[in-house]
């Protein structure tokens, strides 16, 4: 490839003279010569902040606030404070590692894998790689799968009742639509504003009902601190701020990366706020009797009917997202892009890519038995180490010690201390589980 093409596939850019008096990772972009092929459309101007901020809030909020209530009920209320610290953590970590995209001051990385590469040599992309792969494909494999049991849930017993395969083969396909058609993060922007509405809606529902059913249960009991399931707690609630993988493609289709800042904390925020508005009323009405996800709490009937079509309806705008972030990564792998080939058989590459993604899937959610507790597993070492461990030391390596301030050493310090922590414990609990499934099968 001549000097030309390398430097059409690359966005340039001036780094800030001074990071420590300014809010931006980017002062300025040289618009002319942003040009690359994985994550932004090249016909057309970047996506906007908001677009951004949704596709964050979508990703990362979701079924984790349904699921926090019950963690506070493994742990007890001291999983309020995790909560706050894993927020604060989560947000500095998606900073630092956007930064890492602009180490050099001259080229900006494309991906998670090329960061991790820059930092640790070819053995670290391709074990960040391998992460990444674990958490896009394994977390739409779970969304498949909650999808089509609660499709199959709500249509049991009526004319529309079908098979769970057949649930999760419509599911799918439903899914695969904008993941074939929205080439970047830009695009699937849109899909993630209508997610992240339903969450929001889904969370209000829960919140009213729940209190509403206070009455019927005014003498559970609440716990401070439960120590002995307090590590599978604080690994839990840690996992709820999982968003690293796509954060650099979400950057990539912004028309002002400058404001990366800006969004990665107001969207951290707001799904921080829809977790302490679901946990604190979910855990404080049902106390030892909390499940999840929380909406198994509320009574029957409409609330509840509508409170599981709606986050089958956010899972199912989710999936392409995350999809797309990894197609994106498997396509930059490749060599598939415009600069490469010609426009058809660029398409039709991506299409052969994509297609046979989603088939795998697919047909992981319908075969795979256990499929929830191996995710577990390799979610504890994938989640953990791309949220919170990983970042820290590419940015430490990349950007030096010797340029940090004591209070940001230390602050790195402990991001790493409680992701190796959650990595520990998580890792335990879904061994349990794992050696459960195994033993009830015989």
């Known amino acids: 490839m001549s000097a030309e093409l390398r430097n059409m596939d690359e966005k340039s850019f001036k780094l800030a003279q ?3 008096q300014s809010d931006s990772i980017i002062s300025e972009i040289e618009h002319e010569a942003v040009s690359f092929s994985h994550g932004v459309d090249t016909n057309n101007e970047g996506g906007s902040s908001f677009l951004a901020y949704f596709n964050v809030v979508c990703v990362v909020a979701g079924t984790g606030a349904l699921g926090l209530p019950y963690s506070l009920k493994q742990g007890g209320w001291i999983g309020l404070f995790i909560l706050g610290l894993s927020w604060l953590f989560s947000t500095y970590s998606g900073i630092v590692l956007i930064r890492c995209l602009y180490h050099n001051g001259k080229t900006r990385l494309s991906s998670y894998q090329e960061v991790a590469e820059a930092a640790f040599g070819p053995i670290g992309g391709w074990l960040s790689f391998f ?18 049991q609660n499709l199959h849930e709500v249509c049991k017993g009526t004319r529309a009742e079908l098979t769970f395969p057949i649930w999760v083969i419509i599911c799918s396909v439903i899914v695969a639509i904008p993941f074939l058609f929205f080439r970047s993060m830009k695009e699937v922007g849109v899909l993630s504003a209508f997610g992240m509405l339903a969450t929001v809606v889904v969370v209000l529902i829960v919140v009213v009902v729940a209190l509403q059913d206070k009455v019927n249960y005014s003498n559970v009991e609440h716990h401070n601190v439960i120590w002995d399931q307090f590590p599978i707690a604080l690994s839990s609630i840690t996992f709820s701020f999982g968003g690293n993988p796509v954060y ?34 979910g855990y404080y009405v049902y106390g030892d009797n909390t499940s999840s996800p929380i909406y198994n709490n509320i009574p029957d009937g409409a609330a509840k009917l509508a409170s599981i079509v709606i986050i089958t309806v956010h899972v199912l705008m989710a999936c392409p997202i995350l999809m797309t972030s990894f197609a994106l990564d498997l396509e930059k792998l490749f060599g598939i892009s415009s600069f490469n ?13 994509r297609v046979t993604l989603m088939v795998v899937v697919a047909v992981i959610a319908i075969f795979v038995p256990y499929f929830g507790d191996f995710m577990s597993l390799l979610g504890a070492f994938s989640n953990c180490a791309l949220i919170l ?12 010690f010797r340029n940090k301030s004591i209070f940001e050493l230390f602050l790195c310090f402990l991001v790493v201390l409680l992701g190796i922590v959650g990595l520990i414990f998580g890792t335990k609990s879904a061994i349990e589980a794992l050696k459960s499934d195994f033993q009830n099968a015989k």
């Open 18 to 20: 001074d990071n420590c």
């Open 131 to 148: 992460f990444t792969a674990v958490t896009l494909i394994g977390v739409p494999v779970l969304y498949l799968l909650l999808a089509g």
């Open 248 to 281: 650099a493609h979400v950057e990539a289709g912004m028309k002002h990366p400058q404001n990366w800042n800006k969004v990665i904390t107001a969207g951290l925020a707001t799904c921080s706020g829809l977790y302490f508005l679901t946990a604190i009323p």
């Open 341 to 353: 080939h010609s426009k058809p058989i660029e398409w039709l590459l991506r299409t052969v890519v």
């Open 389 to 400: 461990i990983f970042p820290i030391l590419f940015y430490l390596k990349l950007t030096g």
